[in-house]
């Protein structure tokens, strides 16, 4: 199988490094990720990008996101169930 950095365009061995001299047109029947150069830029850009960088902030908000939602799990297992346990038949007078 082909494989082709997604950023650069250029063809990738096994290992993730770069293989061609020159990037290529993307390949349609390529698989796409990331090379190690590019890998490295990404994750250096990521790191120093500030406080107040967007991924940052993207991350603290899912963070929070992610905590409201276990939260919430929480409160409904406190909360009564809707159906009683044992649902046997109801009779109506």
Same mark, same amino acid.
């Given at each position: 199988?082909?494989?082709q950095c997604a950023w650069c365009l250029?063809?990738?061995g096994a290992d993730g490094?770069?293989?061609?001299v020159l990037?290529?047109?993307?390949?349609?029947?390529a698989t796409h990720g990331m090379c190690s150069v590019c @890998?490295?830029?990404w994750m250096d850009q990521a790191q120093?990008? @500030?406080t107040g960088g967007a991924a940052k902030q993207e991350a603290l908000a899912s963070q929070q996101i992610t905590e409201m939602?276990?939260?919430l799990q929480k409160e409904q297992h406190k909360v009564a169930p809707l159906m009683p346990?044992?649902? @046997?038949t109801i009779r109506i007078f």
């Open positions: 199988m082909v494989r250029y063809l990738l490094v770069r293989i061609a990037p290529l047109p993307p390949l349609y029947e @890998g490295k830029l120093h990008s @500030g939602v276990f939260q346990k044992n649902r @046997g």
